[in-house]
């Protein structure tokens, strides 16, 4: 019996759970991690192998963009395997559209700059629109040429790298980690090396260290040299990567929807595969369910979390500048617990695929929840919902979020499901399966 009813091509009707949810779900790989890692298997070639690798559309336009370079890349499943490396003093032009996918298009402007060839980087609407300033102004530092033609520090961008060196960069950590990120992981192959210093108050430095962590794996020499709370000082030895075979961790920004499902409705679920220590910040996801008034036990192969559905599920206040993603995860859970919550510190993550401050507010009013719009975030008053349809805004996390609210709130519907393939296309499926659980 199918629990979810197509409306229109457009529309999807979403059913509620009937009690508590027992079960096992098996998350993509890590979009994240996968991506900063084919970064890395392009430059070290020959060799390389990527395994675990999620088919969202992020990870798609990642390959395709590499391709596009002319990377002899096979796949076969979740496996990626590389038989060349990028070749950096090719002079052909080369043109990559990223679609809507961020991350990939400024990790693929930055792999650009090592280029003697142009490469040109473009993407739809909505991507042009994506803040690139910051990473724009650091290539162009560094002595990348750097050419945007609509409009200065947006796609669609022309870069090469025939005049690039190493150095000093100082960069700010005031708008996205991507950018940081995308600067690091080509900066072995930099001349001089590079020493960047990221200041002011850090938004996810999490991430920052997950790229770290995926160039040790692949054989950089990186050291931090000063990390406070005003100053991340990083020094990148020149060098190569090293072919590596290497696994992707599952996704936990995607697991958080089956763990917050079991907030909110109570039961048990078992994530294969996701480890306490690990490179994702989103793992701590799960300590703020504990908070919230679920029990989480990690094992060898991967984290269990419960509620007991008669056990109080608690308001929280807490600052997700770490776990910016996760946003509309919290909010959703947070309109079903006893007692306002409060979530700071992520002011940045307007300039998202939407604003997820704002619209998120916008859709879940409609639902008649308060929702109050804040600086540097939003206070929840959990009160009665009703069901309504409501819009995704292009964004792949509002989409899924809403999903986990239809889970309590019954006549929930949402426009443009599809939109969720940016990272987990099977969510919808996945939805289902937890649900069939609570019938069982």
């Known amino acids: 019996m199918a629990l979810s009813r197509v409306v229109s091509v457009a529309h999807l009707r979403l059913e509620t759970a009937r009690g508590p949810l027992h079960c096992s779900v098996e998350v993509p790989g890590s979009k994240s991690i996968a991506n900063r890692a084919l970064i890395c298997a392009a430059l070290a070639g020959e060799g390389s192998i990527v395994t675990n690798i999620p088919g969202g559309d992020d990870t798609v336009a990642m390959l395709e963009g590499l391709r596009a370079l002319g990377l002899a890349i096979s796949q076969v499943k979740e496996s990626v395997s590389f038989s060349s490396s990028l070749d950096l003093e090719n002079t052909d032009e080369v043109n990559i559209h990223a679609a809507l996918a961020g991350t990939s298009s400024r990790f693929l402007t930055a792999l650009g700059a090592l280029r003697q060839g142009n490469t040109c980087i473009d993407g739809f609407d909505a991507l042009r629109k994506r803040p690139m300033e910051d990473l724009h102004i650091a290539l162009s530092h560094l002595g990348a040429n750097v050419s945007s033609s609509l409009g200065e520090y947006s796609l669609p961008v022309v870069v090469n790298g025939v005049d690039v060196h190493g150095g000093e960069l100082t960069m700010s ?201 804040l600086e540097d975030g939003l206070r929840i008053s959990p009160r009665p919902l009703r069901g309504t349809e409501l819009g995704t805004h292009h964004d792949h996390r509002l989409a899924m979020a809403f999903g986990l609210v239809a889970l309590k709130v019954s006549g929930v519907t949402v426009e443009d499901p599809t939109v969720v393939s940016k990272s987990w296309p099977m969510y919808w499926e996945m939805r289902e399966q937890m649900l069939r659980s609570s019938h069982e």
């Open 173 to 373: 950590s005031s708008v996205s980690s991507q950018f940081s990120s995308a600067i690091l992981l080509i900066s072995p192959y930099l001349k001089n090396g590079l020493v960047v210093n990221i200041e002011g108050n850090r938004i996810s430095e999490s991430y920052v260290m997950m790229t770290i962590g995926v160039m040790l794996a692949f054989g950089a020499d990186v050291t931090i040299e000063v990390r406070n709370e005003r100053l991340l000082r990083i020094r990148v030895q020149p060098g190569k990567y090293a072919a590596t075979q290497f696994a992707v961790e599952p996704d936990a920004s995607s697991a958080s929807y089956p763990l917050a499902a079991i907030a909110i409705c109570g039961g048990e679920v078992f994530i294969p595969g996701m480890k306490n220590e690990s490179l994702q910040g989103d793992t701590g996801f799960v300590s703020l369910m504990e908070e919230m008034g679920c029990t989480a036990l990690w094992v060898n192969d991967g984290v269990k979390l419960s509620r007991d559905p008669q056990s109080v599920l608690k308001g929280v206040s807490v600052d997700l500048n770490d776990m910016s993603d996760l946003v509309p995860t919290v909010v959703s859970v947070a309109l079903f617990a006893r007692g306002s919550s409060n979530i700071s510190g992520v002011g940045f993550i307007r300039n998202k695929e939407s604003d997820r401050l704002g619209d998120l507010a916008v859709e879940l009013r409609k639902c008649d929840a308060d929702v109050e719009v």
